[in-house]
């Protein structure tokens, strides 16, 4: 009796409970697209005989693999709950009834359409817009670019719904999607904690879902370094965690570099400087200021010591070697948080400011030294992003510098500033997502618009997008992917759907599609809006 009751409860709950969810809101897509209108009619959509026939001009390798990629998520099912009354979506926990009338056909063959030649690694500005039709007539997706061809098979895994045991529609749509930003990141710390590799891939699969596209790996740091360099090998062997098991090796980077670009997701990698640096000077002696207490030598050491020409020469063939390693035209270069007090604890550093005249001005040593690191960055013909101390020092950085902005109290004022003197930025003040409470915290993320601190259209251009954060204090592989995800796809539909999207009232279901979608991909990401159940979480 008591099974039965139960057994009628669910049923209840998933044939009523859940209809609230789904009334003048199934278009299960995010991030939204920018123009996007779904008919009641569909088409069905058998997976024995769903082709995806590619038009481009030349081959395209990482096209033909995100084909073959998506192949393995249109259909899926396994978590599925049928019922032979009423057809349930599987992702979503609600129920659809199917009118047949309303069936115009079946999708067979699709014609995905690929405008330039291919291109082979990604870019900020690249073009990701596509367009997708499916009607009775016509059943094409248009792209410019392979990234937008890439774009447009995740919004078509999404719109295929699964409706019953081997039973699939999609509804006929008409679609033209770009982003609203051209920089739409996710940032990884692998120095406080080192985050093993599969878990940097399914970050980058998270981020593939919610059509991030670039991936800022805060590689090194104060507590470790990872990174194994062939010139330098000492820093790793000395200043990784564990230099044979908590390390990245040039193969695995690769794969990482790789992976991403196949998923039309740059990598942008950071190598912090001057401050940040503790675990460089392990591995690279001289490299660091030597911190003296009242004349004494100490056994501490502070930032990298701006003083030593040998220490430029150190970071030119450091960097020669990483932008062999990524691709990316951009380097960041860290420039954050430049703790003072050694440098002027130490004699020979106030000698050296003596003799260029800017004795007791610690911020014109610093700007020194980022000077002539960002001319050595120049020289390599590589363009350079930097957190907001740079610019907020007076450094003279270069016209296409992307300037980070990430002090929480005062983003708009300081985006304001660096707009107005024409350098382009991005925002990471609101969206510093190691920082936890209890409840749902994702529409303080989705409520923060990056174009809203009362600039002109010309500033507002200059925002080239932003980036969720997530500082690894308290974050190794165990949690990496289940504390960013999915608070993380909050920004993504803020930096890709058009800026009058929406309140949270209408967002919360595709929310918690899109949240259910990422676990039935096999990603242990958690919960984000309270009680709740996804068909495919881990109870299944
Ligand atoms: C998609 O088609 C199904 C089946 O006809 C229908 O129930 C649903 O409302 C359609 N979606 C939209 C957004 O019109």
Request: with cysteine; net charge negative; charged share 20%.
């Amino acid at each position: 009796m008591k099974l039965l009751l139960s057994i009628f409860i669910v049923f209840w709950f998933q044939v009523y409970g859940q209809q609230n969810d789904l009334n003048g809101n199934d278009i299960n897509l995010w991030p939204y697209p920018q123009h996007v209108k779904l008919d009641e009619d569909y088409l069905t959509v058998d997976p024995n005989e769903f082709n995806i026939i590619l038009k481009a001009s030349g081959k395209c390798d990482l096209l033909e693999k995100a084909i073959q990629r998506y192949r393995k998520l249109y259909f899926l099912e396994d978590c599925s709950l049928v019922n032979s009354d009423v057809v349930v979506d599987t992702i979503f926990d609600g129920v659809i009834k199917l009118d047949v009338n309303k069936n115009v056909g079946k999708l067979t063959n699709v014609t995905l359409e690929v405008h330039q030649p291919c291109e082979s690694e990604p870019y900020l500005h690249m073009s990701e817009m596509y367009s997708i039709e499916f009607n009775q007539q016509i059943t094409k997706i248009f792209a410019e670019t392979n990234w937008g061809a890439i774009r447009a098979l995740e919004t078509l895994s999404q719109l295929i719904r699964n409706v019953g045991k081997h039973q699939f529609i999609v509804n006929v749509t008409a679609i033209t999607d770009y982003p609203r930003f051209a920089f739409r990141g996710v940032m990884l710390d692998t120095s406080r904690h080192y985050v093993p590799i599969r878990e940097i891939q399914q970050n980058l699969d998270a981020m593939a879902y919610n059509k991030f596209n670039v991936f800022h790996w805060h590689i090194v740091d104060d507590q470790s370094f990872p990174y194994v360099s062939e010139v330098f090998p000492e820093l790793s062997l000395k200043g990784a965690f564990n230099a044979k098991t908590h390390i990245y090796t040039k193969e695995e980077i690769q794969n990482i570099v790789d992976y991403a670009k196949e998923r039309g997701i740059r990598v942008l990698v950071e190598f912090d400087s001057p401050g940040h640096t503790q675990s460089w000077g392990k591995g690279q002696p001289g490299l660091l200021a030597r911190c003296y207490n009242k004349g004494r030598p100490m056994d501490s050491f502070g930032p990298i010591d701006p003083s030593q020409s040998a220490n430029y020469e150190f970071i030119e063939k450091l960097f020669k070697e990483v932008i062999t390693r990524f691709p990316d035209q951009y380097l960041h270069l860290g420039g954050d948080e430049v703790d003072f007090t050694c440098w002027a604890s130490n004699p020979d550093i106030l000698a050296f400011m003596k003799s260029r005249n800017i004795t007791n001005n610690f911020a014109k040593l610093e700007e020194y030294y980022i000077q002539n690191v960002l001319d050595i960055v120049k020289g390599l013909n590589k363009s350079y992003i930097v957190w907001q101390e740079v610019f907020d020092n007076g450094v003279k950085i270069k016209e296409d510098t992307v300037v980070h902005v990430w002090k929480g109290d005062s983003w708009q004022k300081e985006l304001f500033n660096v707009t107005k003197a024409g350098y382009q930025s991005i925002v990471s003040a609101c969206w510093y997502l190691n920082y936890i409470s209890y409840g749902t915290d994702w529409p303080n993320y989705y409520a923060c618009d990056p174009q809203n601190f009362g600039g002109s259209e010309q500033q507002n251009k200059l925002v080239i997008g932003g980036e969720a954060c997530m500082w690894g204090e308290w974050v190794d592989g165990t949690n990496v992917i289940s504390r960013t995800w999915p608070r993380a796809i909050a920004v993504a539909e803020r930096l890709w759907s058009s800026k009058d999207k929406k309140g949270m009232l209408e967002v919360s279901p595709r929310f918690n599609r899109q949240h259910c979608l990422m676990q039935q991909r096999g990603l242990r990401v958690q919960p984000a809006n309270g009680s709740g159940f996804c068909q495919c979480d881990y109870a299944v």
